[in-house]
C-alpha cells in the first residue's frame, strides 16, 4: 500500500483551499450586504459591547466611569464576560470604531463560521455533504442577517466549532486535546455556555486514546481514558478564564 505522494498532498491542499475561499466569498458577500444596509447604531446587549469594545480600544480597559462629587472616575466594569468586547476592541483599535466596523467584523466572522463548518463536517462525512453544510451556513438567512447585529453570537460559534476542528483531526493526542481545550476556554469568555462542551470534548479524547491503542480495552481502561481526557481538557480550558474570574474577584463584588 503506497502512501500519498507529495504532488498528490498538494493537489489535495490547493483543493481545499480553493474550497474554503469560494465558500468564504460566497458567505460574506450577503453578508458585507447586510451590514452595509441594515447596520446602525448597537442596540440592547449590542450597546454594552460596542461600549466595552471602545473603552479597551481606547486603553482604558473592561470599565466604565461613575461620577463622584462631580468628577468621573475610572471603575472596572462588568456587562458580561470580556471576551467580545476584548476582539471588537482590538478590531476597533486597528481600523477605528465607526458604524460600519462593527456589523463588517460581523461580516467576516460569519463567512469564517461557514468555512468552519465545512471544515468539520468533512472529517465526518463526504466532501459533498461537507460542502453542502458549509453552504447552508453562508446562506442562511437567520445568519446573514446577524452580521448587521453587534452580538456575541457568530464569534461564539465560530470559536466553538473551531475548537472541535483542531480537536477532530488527531483527537487522540493530549496535544490537540489541550490545544482544544483553549480555543474552547477563549470562547467561554465570549460566550459562557461553550462550558458545557467540556465534558464531551474530554470524554471523546478517551475513547479516541483507547481506538488508538488498538487494544481491546476493559470498561475500567474506557473510563480511565475518559476521566484523564476530561481533565486534559478542563484544565487547559479554564487557563483563559482564570485571569478573567481573578480580577473580578479582586475588583467586582463578587467572583
Keep these: ?18 474550497t474554503a475561499l469560494t465558500i468564504f466569498g460566497v458567505a460574506l ?3 458585507l450586504a447586510a451590514a452595509i444596509v441594515y447596520a446602525g447604531e448597537p442596540v440592547w446587549d449590542g450597546h454594552y459591547y460596542d461600549f466595552g469594545a471602545k473603552r479597551i480600544a481606547a486603553g482604558l480597559g473592561y470599565s466604565d466611569d461613575v461620577i463622584i462629587g462631580g468628577v468621573p472616575v475610572w471603575h472596572p466594569w462588568c456587562h458580561y ?3 467580545f468586547s476584548a476582539f471588537l476592541g482590538a478590531v476597533y483599535r486597528v481600523f477605528g470604531s465607526g458604524p460600519l466596523v ?23 462525512m463526504t466532501e459533498r455533504r461537507a460542502r453542502i453544510a458549509g453552504g447552508l451556513v453562508a446562506l442562511h438567512p437567520g445568519l446573514v442577517l446577524y452580521s448587521a447585529l453587534v452580538m456575541t453570537e457568530p464569534l461564539a460559534a465560530l470559536l466553538t466549532m473551531a475548537a472541535f476542528v483542531v480537536f477532530s483531526r488527531t483527537p487522540e493526542r493530549p496535544r490537540t ?4 481545550g483553549l480555543v474552547l476556554g477563549v470562547a467561554t469568555l465570549v460566550r459562557p455556555q461553550a462550558l458545557l462542551l467540556v465534558p464531551f470534548m474530554g470524554v471523546l479524547h478517551g475513547v479516541a486514546r483507547v481506538r488508538a491503542s488498538g487494544a481491546n480495552a476493559s470498561p475500567s481502561a474506557w473510563l480511565r481514558a475518559s476521566a484523564i481526557g476530561l481533565a486534559l481538557t478542563a484544565a ?13 474577584c479582586r475588583v467586582m463584588d463578587g467572583c
Design 1 to 18: 500500500m503506497h502512501g500519498a505522494t507529495p504532488d498528490g498532498e498538494r493537489e489535495r491542499a490547493s483543493s481545499r483551499l480553493l
Design 29 to 31: 458577500a450577503p453578508r
Design 81 to 83: 464576560p470580556v471576551g
Design 102 to 124: 462593527g456589523p463588517l467584523f460581523g461580516a467576516v466572522v460569519g463567512a469564517l463560521l461557514a468555512v468552519a463548518t465545512w471544515s468539520l463536517a468533512g472529517t465526518f
Design 177 to 180: 486535546a489541550a490545544l482544544a
Design 236 to 248: 487547559t480550558t479554564l487557563l483563559p478564564v482564570l485571569p478573567w474570574t481573578a480580577r473580578n
